[in-house]
């Protein structure tokens, strides 16, 4: 009994170290498809707020940036093509993902 409190005892040990080497790589904002501002090329700047009293944020996007339709990566002229056509922005949900270390989008997402 007291092998097993023994170790028992030292794998909770050595994982408490561990638990605190967690570091946020990415932020992920859910906002309406209403607030946000699609960049015009694939270089160039998104425009989101995270709240419907804040301020607009603008953040890069790059030439890894992932535009996910349904679950599909699209190029950017086609997602803002099937983006034009909601008919309710308000209600749509949009994900986009920032990496915090760089500064820059890496993915947008939305299910319609």
């Known amino acids: 009994m007291k ?6 005892a030292a794998l909770l040990c050595m994982a408490f170290p561990a638990a605190a080497d967690f570091t946020t ?5 859910e906002i309406a498809l209403s607030d946000l501002r699609l960049p015009r090329n694939p270089s ?3 425009a989101f707020k995270e709240c419907k009293s804040c301020d607009y944020r603008t953040v890069r996007v790059g030439g890894d940036t992932s535009y996910k339709l349904n679950g ?4 950017l ?5 099937a983006l034009a ?3 309710n922005r308000d209600d749509q949900p ?3 993902l920032r990496h ?7 993915a947008v997402l939305v299910n319609l």
């Open 3 to 8: 092998l097993k409190l023994l170790i028992t």
């Open 72 to 75: 599909k990566a699209v190029p």
């Open 94 to 96: 949009v994900t986009v």
């Open 85 to 87: 056509l909601v008919e």
């Open 100 to 106: 915090v270390e760089r500064n820059q989008v890496t």
């Open 77 to 81: 002229k086609k997602f803002q093509e």
């Open 44 to 46: 160039g700047t998104i």
């Open 25 to 29: 790589v990415q932020e992920a904002y």
